[in-house]
């Protein structure tokens, strides 16, 4: 079978999707080819978190922001290893995102929130449950509008190349070979390889173990767009950065079942009942201290101020009375009953509030150096779910420009390719900022898409 498009995008992640349908308003007919069997990647399994300042909500809560200060903590929290002129068009670019993703229709709540690892509460939270606000934004879109082409269970293998030049796809669909021609261009939003062991392992070289670690990525996260990329000479950047959340389920590593509600009230104890790191923390720093417990094992601790009712629903919509029954989460009338339900001594676990709650009255950074504090933990009934160590995302991947132009290995524009969202490398430096991710692939995803369809 064989397909011409103006622009063929790969992946139908947030990422492809926010690209594909830019690309529509720019003029472009589109061919989006999604491996999978259903579209949203990583990003419909997300928590939905999206960074960027937005004062009429931020100034609500009495919380001061800027793109300046969005950008320091982005450039910073990589350890000023991202290349700041993409950073500098993510900050600049997330607000104005945030907007056309309203404008398309999806909501968000209206208050914003501190994401784990995320610094700053300047998390805009979808109003629907994880991250399916975005994909049903851009299926409707794609619904109410002729021009834009979803080929499903169709996985792309290698770019067709005239010259130095990118002109379409080679794919295939079960047993079916697809070419699809490009007439302007070629987006890449494949996606990271989170859920590739063998390819983690081949560009560690920072953490101990990732063989041997489960991941919160969808089975389809397997670094495709960076083989196929290597294959036309692109450069990689950054590979060697791969993101680990101290928040995976302990039987699938997946981010469900997580009961926080927010960074600021909740902390982390060991399997002693023991604090052992600011919970404010980096999400490098915060999981390397867990991997240094027992078992490399921990308790998430929260009070009724997260779950007021047992109706209430965590991040994945999963409500705290559905999670006691499947054993992912405890609940103590005291913190003594807590302990006792986990097994973690009573006394250290007394201890740790106590103190915890002594910090959040001072407000003055604890003994962990945690300064984001809300509430005290004091409001019983007390609740407890276990999290381990899990890969979470790549923040290497194609080297790209500002205009999402693939970059090769001399330094030069691959013509015709584009990338964007997870299969970029050098936004996000060593370490990305918790809800940083969904703003970005809007914010690259929005730019590939309409310089696809604005080249020659
Ligand atoms: P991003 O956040 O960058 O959009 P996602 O993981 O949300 O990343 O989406 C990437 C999408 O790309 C996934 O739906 C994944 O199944 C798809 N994908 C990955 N490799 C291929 C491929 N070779 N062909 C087609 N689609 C692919």
Known sequence: IEYTADVVVIGGGGAGLSAAVTAHENGANVIVLEKMPRLGGNTILSGGAFNAVNPERQERQGIEDSTEKHYTQTYEGGDEAGNPELVRTFVEGAPTA?????????????????????????????????????????????????GIEVLLDTEAVELIMDGDRVVGVNAKSFDDT????????????????????????????????????????????????????????????????????????????????????????????????????????????????????????MWVIVDSHSYPTEDTKNNFNESIAELMEQDRAYKGDTLEALAEQIGVNSDNLIKAVEAFNDSVEAGNADAFGRTL??????????????????????????????????????????????AAGEVTGGIHGTNRLGGNALAEITVFGRIAGESAANAQ
């Open 178 to 297: 697809v070419i699809v021609n490009a007439n302007n261009g070629v987006i890449v939003a494949t996606g990271g390889f989170g859920a590739n062991p063998e390819m983690r392992e081949e560009y560690n070289e920072v953490w101990a173990d990732l063989l041997s670690l489960k991941t919160t990525n969808h089975p389809g996260a397997t670094g495709d767009g960076i083989v196929m990329g290597i294959d036309v000479n692109a450069s990689l950047v950054g590979m060697e950065h791969i993101q680990l959340l101290p928040m995976g389920d302990p039987i699938s590593g997946s981010l469900s079942g997580n009961i926080e509600q927010g960074v600021e009230n909740r902390i982390f104890v060991n399997k002693a009942g023991n604090r052992f790191v600011d919970e404010g923390a980096r999400r490098d720093v915060m999981t390397q201290a867990l991997i240094e417990q027992e078992d490399a094992f």
């Open 373 to 418: 504090f809300d509430e005290k933990l004091d409001s019983p009934p007390y609740y407890a779910g276990a999290r381990v160590p899990t890969v979470h995302h790549t923040m290497g991947g194609l080297e790209i420009n500002t205009k999402g132009q693939v970059v090769d290995t001399n330094g030069n524009v691959i013509p015709g390719l584009y």
């Open 98 to 146: 945030l907007q056309w993703l309203e404008s398309l229709g999806m909501e968000f709540n209206d208050d914003v929130f501190t994401v784990l690892g995320g610094m700053w509460p300047r998390a805009n939270k979808p109003s629907t449950p994880l991250g399916t606000g975005f994909i049903d934004t851009y299926v409707n879109y794609i619904e109410a509008n002729d």
